[in-house]
DNA sequence: AAATATTTTGCAACAGTGTTGCATTTAATA
DNA sequence: TATTAAATGCAACACTGTTGCAAAATATTT
């Protein structure tokens, strides 16, 4: 359990019982979380507005990122080291159509890809959608 | 003009005059629209909810697909031939963090990615962002 | 050209998502 | 334990998107 105030501490950040909360929840689930799925997992515990403070800044601190999919916006934790300075993320995001869970392949990497003269790159982002091995195997 | 008819009757839609400027906003501009863009292109001509629906029936047509960026959900005219039974699109979108566009890169791919056992992927979207050509030469 | 059937539109109302300001409470520090 | 600074809860609001229904417009038939 202090493994939560740890991480917490170590982006500079107090420890509250909603952080700890939410920030426990994305360990426990293994994919990426909508606002929506964290305020039915922690119930009536805390605000509307104070879970969204806590993504808003854990964004920011880089414990979590984004990912898009065609439903709407999610997070995930960032595996690699992310801080407030610098985020890297490369891999790959794959979101299920059975059962619409979207997760990171973490061991996935975004090929070198040619871009026509003159755009210049900075960051990757690559969603997948499709059948996911839990839901193939059924 | 009568393009925009044929266009409209090609996909089997009736012709009408929200339809007709939604279809001429997407072939002027040429970058991805959202519905807020186009609520601001057209002014107080139609109702938010018939360009709401307007989007909806031309994504189901295959007149336009969904680009996804940080920022939300845009859309963009197909260029290949979509219809209502089949869209394909393995295109990048681009996003430049100067002026906020994006667009499809219309000449590129997205390579084969070596995906881990037992994910079957169906389909796939690539978001890069970073600078334009136009925006570089400043 | 007028009547009909069908689709589309506008309006009202609503649900979901996300933000801001401010007073109160809580966590870290001295 | 007292102080300071940050985080929370509440109220209110803006934005995004959807649904039902009556009125209007389109395509079709006569």
Known sequence: MDQLRETLKGHHLRTTTCREDVLSAFINKKNALSHGDLEGALGESYDRVTIYRTLKTFLEKGIIHKVLDDEGLRYALCSQQCSEEKHQHDHIHFKCNACGKTNCLENSHIPNIALPQGYQPASF???????????VAE
């Open 125 to 135: 982002n690559l969603l997948i959608q499709g059948t996911c091995p839990e839901c």
